[in-house]
T-cell receptor
Framework: DTGVSQNPRHKITKRGQNVTFRCDPI?????LYWYRQTLGQGPEFLTY????????KSRLLSDRFSAERPKGSFSTLEIQRTEQGDSAMYLC?????????????FGSGTRLTVV | AQSVAQPEDQVNVAEGNPLTVKCTYS??????LFWYVQYPNRGLQFLLK??????LVKGSYGFEAEFNKSQTSFHLKKPSALVSDSALYFC???????????FGSGTRLSIRP
């Protein structure tokens, strides 16, 4: 197991285009999280899954954003009609069940630039 | 509600000197506390965590953190700083009854030779 994998590493897109990112978590981890990080800030929570169920979404996640984890393994985060304000690093993390105080293992992130 | 504060945007230390990066938190239940480090254009790497037990927690790369319940603090420390410790450090907290970790705004640690 090579840890949490995110693709692509970098994405440059024109405003108004749709983009999709992929996250492959550690195989035995049943929880998967998406965070967004802008320059000089800490990661902000977007959403998380337990297996295939999306259990919580942040108010930051507008209706242009959608996330899926169809078989409880990999996850995708899609942004429709991208805006310049969407430019950020999108981080994925996975963990075992939250109740035991496990920390997260993060991927290297996908850096999105909207021009 | 849960929150975490890192009052210093930047900490500058000479190599070989001790370092401290400050963190305070607020939770309604019992806190789970974490420190992560981030190098340029990379994801976050786990350093250490406090769940329960001894207030002094030891982690990776010689770092340690002290949990202080009365002051609601979880400061990161290292006895002797290295230039390679220069990076962005994030404190994070999760209430034991909550499902997600909340991160602070980060502290940039700069170690000069």
């Amino acid at each position: 197991d090579t840890g949490v994998s995110q693709n692509p590493r970098h994405k440059i897109t024109k405003r108004g285009q749709n983009v999709t990112f992929r996250c492959d978590p550690i195989s035995e981890h049943n929880r998967l999280y998406w965070y967004r990080q802008t320059l000089g800030q800490g990661p902000e929570f977007l959403t998380y899954f337990q297996n295939e169920a999306q259990l919580e979404k942040s108010r930051l996640l507008s209706d242009r954003f959608s996330a899926e984890r169809p078989k409880g393994s990999f996850s995708t985060l899609e942004i429709q009609r991208t805006e310049q304000g969407d430019s950020a690093m999108y981080l994925c993390a996975s963990s075992l069940q939250a109740g035991d105080g496990y920390g997260y293992t993060f991927g290297s992130g996908t850096r999105l630039t909207v021009v | 509600a849960q929150s975490v504060a890192q009052p210093e945007d930047q900490v500058n230390v000479a190599e070989g000197n001790p370092l401290t990066v400050k963190c305070t938190y607020s939770v309604s239940g019992n806190p789970y506390l974490f420190w992560y480090v981030q190098y340029p254009n990379r994801g976050l790497q786990f350093l250490l965590k406090y769940i329960t037990g001894d207030n002094l927690v030891k982690g990776s790369y010689g770092f340690e953190a002290e949990f202080n319940k009365s002051q609601t603090s979880f400061h990161l420390k290292k006895p002797s700083a290295l230039v390679s410790d220069s990076a962005l450090y994030f404190c994070a907290v999760r209430d034991s009854s909550a499902s997600k970790i909340i991160f602070g705004s980060g502290t940039r640690l700069s170690i000069r030779p």
